[in-house]
């Protein structure tokens, strides 16, 4: 069976652009998660979604971040505008049951973020 | 704040070491992850610890969360090259995964 999916595996852009991460999580996963990983913070929960609805973003930095999950199959995170602190990998993951109590999240490889 | 204090942050050992890692918190965990991270890769779940003073091994590894669910141990006996990447404890709080920093353990030939 296929892993969470994550495009683009790598992103360069300049200050200033619109940026687009998505997500294809586990087939039958209920919850979705994003975190965004750097050296100096670690691993960061910046969102997740329980039945494609969010259910906690406070993790989010600020509103230039939005995530949306249009249907269970699917997720986007866009930086709009992005700045050159966002550079990061990001990361999504996805959980087998109905709550986000689940104790098993399965992650994607992670989308190399630069913005220069 | 971090609310998980992973220890010692960086590991460098020969093959056939043995070492312990810990994972320290003044909060309480309903439960407790560690996952092992290798370069270019997500994390990879090795192991969920649920009540106190629980003990599970994993081959060569060995897990114990705290009795009081506050902190947690990963010890490796006879450590391998294989065993080289980043192990990152989370604990779940609210229905969230709180991530430590993470170990860096590099194991030599």
């Known amino acids: 069976d296929a892993g969470v999916i994550q495009s683009p595996r790598h992103e360069v852009t300049e200050m200033g652009q619109e940026v687009t991460l998505r997500c294809k999580p586990i087939?039958?996963?209920?919850?979705l998660f994003w975190y965004r990983q750097t050296m100096m913070r670690g691993l960061e929960l910046l969102i997740y979604?329980?039945?494609?609805?969010?259910?906690?973003d406070s993790g989010m930095p600020e509103d230039r971040f939005s995530a949306k999950m249009p249907n269970a199959s699917f997720s986007t995170l866009k930086i709009q505008p992005s700045e050159p602190r966002d550079s990061a990998v990001y990361f999504c993951?996805?959980?087998?049951?109905?709550?986000?109590?689940?104790?098993?999240?399965?992650f994607g490889p992670g989308t190399r973020l630069t913005v220069t | 704040t971090q609310l998980l204090e992973q220890s010692p942050q960086f590991l460098s050992i020969q093959e056939g070491e043995n070492l312990t890692v810990y994972c320290n918190s003044s909060s309480v965990f309903s439960s407790l992850q560690w996952y092992r991270q290798e370069p270019g890769e997500g994390p990879v779940l090795l192991v969920t610890v649920v009540t106190g003073g629980e003990v599970k091994k994993l081959k060569r590894l060995t897990f114990q969360f705290g009795d009081a669910r506050k902190d947690s141990s990963l010890h490796i006996t006879a450590a391998q090259p294989g065993d080289t990447g980043l192990y990152l404890c989370?604990?779940?709080?609210?229905?969230?995964?709180?991530f430590g920093q993470g170990t860096e353990l590099s194991v030599k030939p």
């Open positions: 989370a604990g779940n709080q609210g229905g969230k995964l709180i």
């Open positions: 979604f329980n039945n494609n609805v969010p259910i906690d």
């Open positions: 087939s039958g996963h209920n919850s």
């Open positions: 993951a996805s959980s087998p049951r109905d709550r986000a109590t689940s104790y098993e999240q399965y």
